[in-house]
């Protein structure tokens, strides 16, 4: 198979017809998820996926393509592994059930024995040698065979547990996957909407939380000039830069393209300024470069943009100033960051001319 997971941009037409070519000769079913993964190869716009469909040969078996699919379009498995765990679950908490019942049988049945032989000793006349050692007896297999149960119910219920930990552990992957961004493998867009939503389910968390919103400078340039996978080169270490350069617990995502945006909780405008100030510097002093050739790709700089959540009335509120904030720094001169609050009241509908490098 051709590593045919170019970076140069092709026409979507015929892009579809390379994608429709390449699956025929390598004998893939044109499942709408298979067709998904070679776009995506074949684009350019995932070289780790492109690297991956490369490496499974001429002919990858649907196992192996799905095993790439789930970790590359994890979205699109996702219902399959939601419907099997509902599946599993159901099937276990009846087992559960049934147990129970069971055991509610049979310490039913072991109540009846001793009833009976609390009647039968109650009855002093009829009391024998004989009599008391049936009742003896019965009470002693009675009480044997409902600890025999006991112990096997625990067995079994231990069992179902370790199933349904199993059954947590796969559900917990596939978010982990669904949320995380393949390319640079911190958080997605989809586990920011959720996360920037949870800001205003509570009177709280508006006051005490702030978006920055970051864009890589003149990134068309940078791909335009060194090509793609420098471009994807700088994404990556520009959101390692962004992850490891925030105290534990503050949200970093990449939000699309060269986009990123960190929700920071607990300070206020001036630290979360001062956040991105430091961020942004740390982007300016990186030296990005080749490793082979030392060849410059910069300067790589990033334009911010903040507002404080008690500025909005909605999550879409807080993003639309942001990007308002962001799109001040780009026109101002990018590499530089701008509080919501300093824009004033300048007409709204400006921020909307914003169109990305």
């Known amino acids: 198979m051709q590593a045919a997971a170019t970076h140069q941009e092709r026409p979507q037409k015929d892009l579809a017809g390379a994608v429709v070519a390449t699956m025929r000769r390598l004998g893939i079913v044109g499942l709408p998820r298979n067709y998904e993964i070679f776009y995506e190869a074949l684009s350019g716009a995932n070289p780790a996926l492109g690297l991956a469909v490369v490496a499974l040969g001429n002919r990858p078996t649907q196992q192996q393509l799905d095993e790439v ?38 310490v039913e049945k072991y109540g009846r024995i001793l009833s009976e032989t609390s009647d039968g000793l109650a009855n002093r006349s009829a009391i024998s040698r004989e009599l008391l050692q049936k009742i003896v007896g019965a ?3 009675a009480t044997t065979s409902t600890i025999d149960r006991g112990r096997q119910m625990e067995s079994t219920l231990s069992e179902k547990s370790d199933e349904l930990e199993a059954v947590k552990c796969k559900l917990e992957e596939y978010k982990r996957l669904a949320e995380t961004d393949p390319l640079t493998q911190i958080l997605n867009r989809r586990a920011f909407d959720t996360e920037i939503a949870r800001i205003y389910s509570s009177k709280k968390d508006i006051l005490f939380n702030a978006l920055i919103l970051a864009d890589i400078d003149d990134f068309k340039k940078i791909n335009d000039r060194f090509g793609h996978p420098v471009g994807d080169r700088i994404i990556r270490s520009i959101a390692d830069i962004f992850q ?21 909780e607990g300070t206020s405008e001036d630290h979360t300024t001062e956040i991105a100030e430091r961020l942004r510097r740390l982007v300016e002093q990186t030296r990005f470069t080749d490793p082979v050739t030392g060849v410059s790709y910069g300067p790589v700089t990033v334009s911010m943009g903040i507002c404080m959540a008690a500025e909005a009335a909605t999550s879409d509120e807080l993003y639309i100033k942001a990007d308002r904030a962001l799109y001040r720094s780009k026109v101002a001169g990018r590499n530089r960051v701008t509080r919501h609050s300093d824009i004033g009241t300048e007409s709204t509908n400006k921020w909307l001319l914003y169109r990305k490098d």
């Open 69 to 106: 699919g789930k970790r590359f379009c994890a979205h699109h498995y996702g219902q399959g592994v939601v419907e099997q765990a509902r599946e599993v679950l159901a099937r276990e908490l009846e087992d559960v059930a049934t147990l129970l019942r069971s055991e509610r049988t049979q």
């Open 139 to 141: 009470v002693a297999v």
């Open 244 to 264: 490891s350069s925030v105290r534990r617990g503050v949200f970093v995502a990449r939000t699309g393209g060269e986009e990123f945006a960190i929700i920071v």
